[in-house]
């Protein structure tokens, strides 16, 4: 039987473990095809892009943010794939403009 508390605990402890670890942090943007725009901040972890926030700005002016502070909802949640920035169409941006879309 698989015991969803004890994952949903150890993926948060991960998240929470990077976030406040985190020395460099790497923050991009990405346009969706309906007109959304998406934040992300992520930390290498092991070689890779980890993403340790992440905001999504509808097309209508809604706002979803994750970490592990709210891995999850009806909305979306937290990507658990990492960035691969030869592959993934991401625009590198500074932390303010992160920030200015985070703590909306």
Known sequence: ?????????????????????ATH???????DEEGGLWYFEAVRDRGELI???QAELTSAGRLHRYSWEHLEDEHGFLTDQAINLEEDPLEA??????LRVWTQ
Not at 1 to 20: G, H, N, W
């Open 1 to 21: 039987m698989v015991d969803l508390e004890r994952i949903k605990a150890e993926t948060v402890a991960y998240f929470r473990a990077l976030d406040e670890a």
């Open 25 to 31: 942090r790497h923050h991009f943007r990405h346009a």
């Open 51 to 53: 993403v340790i926030k």
């Open 93 to 98: 941006i500074p932390v303010e403009a992160f």
